[in-house]
């Protein structure tokens, strides 16, 4: 299975802009640019992308591992922060912290940690990132 994205940009680095569409058509055309990456202008850039695939690929991961192990959650809800840092050589994503929050009736806790433990080294994400992945996660 394969899935693709575009990139398109023009100018420099600061004065430049891009834009960036999926071929699903959810991202089409959707503008990046220097200040929306580095700046915290708002709208998206190649980071916050990282983290909502991350959060959506952890709690997918996750639903299933609970449901092998006879678990089925009502909800989860994941939140994926990225760190873009500069490193020697330039910039690099160190780190990617997962906290979720899972409602499961009755669970049992220790087969719960066992199964987000599993999500976020097993997510085909997490198997991407070349960085730190932390996690917070709770039984709620």
Same mark, same amino acid.
């Given at each position: 299975? #394969?899935?693709?994205?575009?990139?398109?940009?023009?100018?420099?680095?600061?004065?430049?802009?891009?834009? !960036?569409?999926?071929?699903?058509?959810?991202?089409?055309?959707? %503008?990046?640019?220097?200040?929306?990456?580095?700046?915290?202008?708002?709208?998206?850039? %190649?980071?916050?992308?990282?983290?909502?695939?991350?959060?959506?690929?952890?709690?997918?991961?996750? *639903?299933?591992?609970?449901?092998?192990?006879?678990?089925?959650?009502?909800?989860?809800?994941? #939140?994926?922060? !990225?760190?873009?840092?500069?490193?020697?050589?330039?910039?690099?994503?160190? *780190?990617?912290?997962?906290?979720? *929050?899972? #409602?499961? =009736?009755?669970?049992?806790?220790?087969?719960?940690?066992?199964?987000?433990?599993?999500?976020?080294?097993?997510? =085909?994400?997490?198997?991407?990132?070349?960085?730190?992945?932390?996690?917070?996660?709770?039984? !709620?």
């Amino acid at each position: 299975m #394969k899935r693709s994205a575009s990139a398109v940009w023009k100018g420099g680095l600061k004065d430049g802009s891009g834009s !960036v569409s999926t071929d699903s058509g959810v991202l089409s055309g959707t %503008p990046y640019n220097f200040a929306k990456r580095f700046e915290n202008e708002h709208g998206t850039n %190649p980071e916050e992308l990282v983290a909502a695939a991350h959060a959506a690929c952890f709690s997918m991961a996750l *639903s299933m591992i609970l449901g092998n192990a006879g678990m089925k959650a009502e909800s989860i809800n994941t #939140k994926a922060t !990225v760190t873009l840092e500069q490193v020697e050589g330039g910039f690099a994503v160190t *780190s990617s912290h997962l906290d979720t *929050s899972v #409602k499961i =009736p009755n669970a049992d806790k220790t087969a719960f940690q066992t199964a987000v433990e599993a999500a976020k080294t097993g997510c =085909p994400i997490s198997k991407l990132l070349n960085a730190k992945i932390t996690m917070d996660a709770r039984l !709620v």
